[in-house]
């Protein structure tokens, strides 16, 4: 690829392999480094190839974060790919726990002891618990069977 076709590739948001962004992204000079390159930008036939390389891409707005969008938005639906089995698995335990009826059960006991032992205290006026509380139940009351 020419430098002008990586600046206008990377300009226009096109698409690159995803092995050449990535060693982009990593042999970028910073922001400071390309704003002094850009100084030179009068002297640029007498550059070499690298530095002309740098001037030209110093004139794309938000170098960085453009080459990290591009990064992304090439990888994600490799990366989506990976996780879709825990994704599915995720959201069929939540339509379990939403259609069960145990647990349903066990939400409104819970409820209905601790609004009863907060009765006769200074929350008296609760009513509720925080859900965190949940992990804590078989360890206080182990002898509960459903």
Same mark, same amino acid.
């Given at each position: 690829?020419?430098?002008?076709? /990586?600046?206008? +590739? *990377? +300009?226009?948001? !096109? /698409?690159? &392999?995803?092995?050449?962004? $990535?060693?982009?992204?990593?042999?970028?000079?910073?922001?400071?480094?390309?704003?002094?390159? +850009?100084?030179?930008?009068?002297?640029?036939?007498?550059?070499?190839?690298?530095?002309?390389? !740098?001037? =030209?891409?110093?004139?794309?707005?938000?170098?960085?974060?453009?080459?990290?969008?591009?990064?992304?938005?090439?990888?994600?639906?490799? $990366? =989506?790919?990976?996780?879709?089995?825990?994704?599915?698995?995720?959201?069929? +335990?939540?339509?379990?726990?939403?259609?069960?009826?145990?647990?349903?059960?066990?939400?409104?006991? *819970?409820?209905? =002891?601790?609004?009863?032992?907060?009765?006769?205290?200074?929350? &008296?006026?609760?009513? !509720?618990?925080? =859900?965190?509380?949940?992990?804590? /139940?078989?360890?206080?009351?182990?002898?509960?069977?459903?």
């Amino acid at each position: 690829m020419s430098r002008q076709q /990586v600046f206008s +590739a *990377v +300009a226009l948001m !096109g /698409v690159f &392999a995803h092995f050449s962004l $990535q060693n982009l992204i990593k042999n970028l000079p910073e922001q400071k480094e390309l704003n002094n390159l +850009a100084e030179l930008k009068n002297e640029y036939e007498e550059l070499c190839e690298s530095e002309q390389f !740098g001037i =030209v891409m110093s004139s794309v707005k938000l170098l960085r974060p453009r080459l990290n969008g591009i990064l992304f938005k090439l990888t994600f639906e490799e $990366q =989506v790919n990976n996780i879709r089995p825990d994704i599915m698995n995720v959201t069929f +335990a939540c339509e379990e726990v939403k259609k069960s009826e145990g647990f349903s059960m066990l939400l409104e006991l *819970v409820l209905l =002891v601790g609004n009863y032992m907060n009765s006769g205290s200074r929350n &008296a006026q609760t009513f !509720g618990f925080n =859900v965190s509380f949940l992990c804590k /139940v078989p360890n206080r009351i182990p002898s509960i069977c459903f």
